[in-house]
């Protein structure tokens, strides 16, 4: 059945309207299961924080999801962690040898200058597409709001192909507050100066997905997914879900919306 007024979704590989997937230590059974029904609707496959170091099977796990055509890489945490360690070049071996072909640069939970930051993201970039992150992972660290379009430019000179804003899986840090709701402000001045096509925003709860949904529209860049939201994070997408059911409905429908009392 084809559904007239839906929103034109581009098909993989895309550039936008990308979904970046959080797996944090699902098995391969797992995996082959959520690509044979939402394989088409994944781009990014980020295997969380450092469960790649201790989760069994990660090597044949990368090999099925590169195999249905969707990038993987391992969190920017792993990074850090070989990074405060001096063990860069064992990182790069060990994502390597795993068979990622994208990797992610960050700084969220250490201090690193950023200009040392760049040239891991252009050494990188020569092997891998790569995502880096701005932001902190702590909700008491504040970054003034002009330094996260300034990061974001320049690391996208180095080499990003996207840059990710920083939000965990938890959404209530980075772009958003305490209780989960975006920070506009700070969103509003990243959108002033970097295009939104290269932006991927992290967005785990349902409430940020349709608040991005209705600001940027369905080809928005989404990321920290949950496996089992992969689908319902489509149907957002689509406004075949309550919170945009309305969003791409021409004019003449809107007199169908429901009144709030």
């Given at each position: 059945m084809e559904l007239p007024f839906l929103p034109e979704r581009e098909k993989k590989p895309r550039e936008t309207g990308v979904t970046m997937m959080m797996d944090k230590g699902i098995g391969v059974g797992q995996v082959r299961d959520l690509i044979s029904v939402a394989g088409n609707f994944i781009d990014f496959a980020k295997l969380g924080f450092g469960t790649s170091l201790v989760c069994g099977h990660s090597k044949e796990k990368v090999k099925v999801y590169r195999d249905a055509g969707i990038k993987v890489f391992v969190g920017g945490t792993l990074f850090e962690a070989c990074a405060i360690r001096n063990m860069i070049d064992e990182f790069k071996r060990f994502v390597t040898e795993l068979g990622v072909d994208a990797v992610e640069v960050s700084d969220g939970s250490i201090v690193m200058d950023h200009d040392e930051k760049c040239k891991h993201i252009g050494n990188f970039a020569r092997d891998f597409t790569v995502l880096s992150e701005v932001g902190a992972k702590e909700d008491d660290i504040f970054i003034?709001?002009?330094?996260w379009a300034e990061h974001m430019e320049s690391e996208l000179d180095?080499?990003?192909?996207?840059?990710?804003?920083?939000a965990r899986e938890t959404g209530t840090v980075g772009i958003y507050k305490k209780d989960g709701t975006a920070d506009i402000s700070i969103i509003n001045d990243i959108l002033k100066k970097i295009p939104s096509?290269?932006?991927?925003?992290?967005?785990p709860q349902k409430q940020q997905q349709a608040w991005f949904i209705k600001l940027i529209?369905?080809?928005?860049?989404?990321?920290?997914?949950a496996p089992v939201?992969?689908?319902?994070?489509?149907?957002?997408r689509l406004g075949l879900r309550g919170d945009t059911f309305f969003?791409?409905?021409?004019?003449?429908?809107?007199?169908?919306?429901l009144k709030k009392k």
């Open positions: 003034d709001p002009d330094k180095a080499g990003s192909s996207y840059v990710i804003a920083e096509r290269q932006i991927l925003w992290e967005a529209g369905a080809n928005v860049n989404l990321g920290n997914i939201d992969v689908i319902p994070l489509e149907t957002l969003e791409f409905l021409p004019e003449e429908y809107q007199k169908y919306k």
